[in-house]
């Protein structure tokens, strides 16, 4: 099984940067995504990290260690529309998904 | 394409009754699977299906049922609607185990009274 852990809440202003951390146990790894969830919405994919390293997307980035079962999500240059759940998900070694409870983060003005 | 559409987007059950959450896709993907989100909790995986005619247990299949009868659709049958099954469903799919992106659909929202 995993074990997925990352932050409940973060708030940050706009324009700032804001690092969502994620650390899992697991008996197996295939890949590390991060995901975007507006209240009331339906995930939308961010970012998929298999290889140890720094992934960059326009304003967002992802890094991952997997002999330290660490990743993080980075955005950058806040803005309002940011503000929304940020779930890490582990996939194992039989290509199901993992996912944690999930990050809100609020972007103030 | 539409992806992956689901219905319906709120229902209400009465303890034990039954109904069937529909999933499609028009991707062509082998994938789909099916979660729940309770507030403030991570995705679940109740069933998944590796193509059609074949489906597998997730994290948390008891009380529910699934078929692929076909590539596109995907339903989740509840048999026997308990307050524990109130909840969040969505139904999602991708081309291949390898493929690393899993489209959701927008998510049936289920309350059982």
């Known amino acids: 099984g995993q074990n997925i852990d990352q932050p409940t809440e973060m708030t940050a202003t706009e324009g700032a940067i804001v690092q969502i951390n994620c650390t899992y146990q697991?008996?197996?790894?295939?890949?590390l995504f991060w995901y975007q969830q507006h209240a009331g919405e339906a995930p939308t994919f961010l970012s998929y990290?298999?290889?140890?390293g720094l992934e960059e997307k326009g304003r967002f980035s992802s890094f991952l260690s997997r002999s330290k079962g660490y990743s993080y999500l980075l955005l950058k240059e806040l803005q309002m529309k940011d503000s929304a759940s940020y779930l890490c998900?582990?996939?194992?070694?039989?290509?199901?998904?993992?996912f944690g409870a999930g990050t809100t983060v609020t972007v103030r003005a | 394409n539409a992806g992956v559409t689901q219905t319906p987007k709120f229902r209400i059950l009465k303890i034990g009754q039954s109904m069937t959450l529909q999933c499609t896709q028009d991707?062509?993907?082998?994938?789909m699977y099916w979660y729940r989100q309770d507030p403030g909790m991570g995705l679940k995986l109740i069933y998944y299906?590796?193509?059609?005619?074949?489906?597998d247990k997730g994290e948390v299949p008891n009380g529910y049922n699934v078929s692929r009868s076909t590539t596109e659709d995907f339903p989740l049958r509840l048999e026997l609607a308990a307050p524990s099954q109130t909840s969040v469903y969505f139904c999602?799919?991708?081309?291949?185990?390898?493929?690393?992106?899993?489209?959701f659909g927008p998510g049936t929202r289920l309350t059982v009274t």
């Open positions: 999602a799919s991708s081309y291949s185990e390898q493929g690393y992106e899993q489209y």
């Open positions: 697991t008996s197996g790894f295939n890949g």
């Open positions: 990290n298999v290889l140890d």
């Open positions: 998900a582990v996939r194992d070694e039989d290509y199901k998904l993992s």
């Open positions: 991707m062509n993907h082998n994938y």
């Open positions: 299906s590796v193509g059609a005619g074949i489906t």
